[in-house]
């Protein structure tokens, strides 16, 4: 029987696991560190912290308990542990981890810039915040492609579109970072390429009722869907054969250092 962990692997955790190594690169993991992997999804970015870090505490946290149980299924050792939990509101301490990150998930919760605080306050003075987050609008191609004919079919879902995604426009990321006080602030484009073996690899996984995308396939109509595969098809192979595609996806990472606290001249910390 599938999970709903299997259906996000199929949909979007095979990218997130191609592009979780990147994050994990650009925010400086080294192992040892105590990191907290903030809406973990089915693990893919915590899978990269082990990978770089074996002797690292990690801990996930996602309020989905089932992609909480997916992540932790796979990582049956004590120093990797997997939560219910939502990120405006960590039960950590302050200063309990050394970095902490986040891949695909900031424009999804409701009030980032809480989130943001939150993982500000979990993290130790000198640590590193990182996330990522697809650049829906341009760098994300297999998005954006699929938008682009959905949106052109009915014009009427526009507002639907994943262009509209906050925090996903180059620039956004770092601003937000600055705004909350972050030094050092870095953003830099963390590009991998989407491979799909045939047309039905790309497209089938939209069938699976998985984020934005897959919900809105799944209020068509099934001659609606129809309508919507052909033009896809058109739209990646022309009139051709089927044949493997190969799409970039870009993310916007962004990385940023915990301040430490300023002491009064003639005080010690
Ligand atoms: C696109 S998935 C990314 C998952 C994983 N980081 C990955 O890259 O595979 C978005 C994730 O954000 C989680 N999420 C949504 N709202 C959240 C919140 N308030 N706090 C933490 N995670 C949240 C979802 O449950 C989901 O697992």
Same mark, same amino acid.
């Given at each position: 029987?599938?999970?709903a962990?299997d259906?996000?692997?199929?949909?979007m955790?095979?990218?997130?696991?191609?592009?979780a190594?990147?994050?994990v690169k650009?925010?400086?993991?080294?192992d040892?560190d105590?990191v907290?992997d903030v809406g973990?999804?089915?693990?893919a970015l915590t899978a990269?912290v082990?990978?770089v870090a074996?002797?690292?505490?990690?801990i =996930?946290?996602d309020?989905?308990?089932?992609?909480?149980?997916? @992540?932790? &299924?796979?990582? /049956?050792?004590?120093r990797?542990?997997f *939560?219910?939990?939502?990120a405006?509101q960590?039960?950590?301490?302050n200063a309990?981890?050394?970095?902490?990150l986040?891949?695909l998930?900031l424009n999804f919760?409701?009030?980032p810039a809480?989130?943001?605080?939150?993982?500000?306050?979990?993290?130790?003075a000198?640590?590193?915040?990182a996330?990522a987050?697809?650049?829906?609008g341009? =760098?994300?191609?297999?998005l954006r492609?699929f938008?682009?004919? @959905?949106t &052109?079919l009915? /014009?009427?879902?526009?507002a639907r579109d *994943?262009r509209?995604m906050?925090l996903?426009r180059?620039g956004e990321?770092?601003?937000?970072?600055?705004?909350?006080?972050?030094?050092?602030?870095?953003e830099?484009?963390?590009?991998i390429q989407?491979?799909f073996?045939?047309?039905d690899?790309?497209?089938?996984?939209f069938?699976?009722k998985q984020?934005?995308?897959?919900?809105?396939v799944?209020?068509?109509?099934?001659g609606?869907r129809?309508?919507l595969?052909?033009?896809?098809?058109r739209?990646l192979?022309g009139?051709g054969?089927?044949?493997?595609?190969t799409?970039?996806?870009?993310?916007?990472g962004v990385?940023?250092?915990?301040?430490?606290?300023?002491t009064?001249?003639?005080?010690?910390a």
């Amino acid at each position: 029987m599938f999970s709903a962990g299997d259906a996000y692997q199929r949909f979007m955790g095979r990218w997130s696991r191609a592009l979780a190594p990147l994050l994990v690169k650009f925010a400086g993991v080294r192992d040892g560190d105590a990191v907290i992997d903030v809406g973990s999804g089915t693990g893919a970015l915590t899978a990269a912290v082990v990978a770089v870090a074996p002797s690292s505490r990690v801990i =996930g946290i996602d309020p989905a308990a089932t992609f909480v149980a997916f @992540a932790q &299924a796979r990582h /049956p050792v004590d120093r990797v542990r997997f *939560e219910v939990g939502d990120a405006q509101q960590l039960r950590f301490l302050n200063a309990s981890f050394d970095r902490t990150l986040s891949i695909l998930v900031l424009n999804f919760v409701q009030d980032p810039a809480k989130a943001l605080d939150e993982m500000i306050r979990v993290t130790q003075a000198g640590g590193t915040v990182a996330a990522a987050v697809w650049d829906y609008g341009q =760098g994300m191609e297999m998005l954006r492609v699929f938008w682009d004919e @959905a949106t &052109a079919l009915t /014009p009427a879902i526009d507002a639907r579109d *994943e262009r509209h995604m906050p925090l996903s426009r180059k620039g956004e990321l770092a601003a937000l970072w600055r705004e909350h006080g972050l030094q050092d602030v870095v953003e830099e484009p963390l590009t991998i390429q989407t491979r799909f073996v045939s047309f039905d690899d790309y497209w089938s996984p939209f069938l699976e009722k998985q984020g934005p995308a897959g919900e809105y396939v799944a209020s068509l109509r099934a001659g609606e869907r129809d309508q919507l595969r052909l033009r896809l098809r058109r739209r990646l192979l022309g009139d051709g054969p089927d044949r493997p595609i190969t799409l970039d996806a870009r993310a916007w990472g962004v990385r940023g250092i915990v301040p430490r606290p300023v002491t009064a001249p003639g005080l010690t910390a």
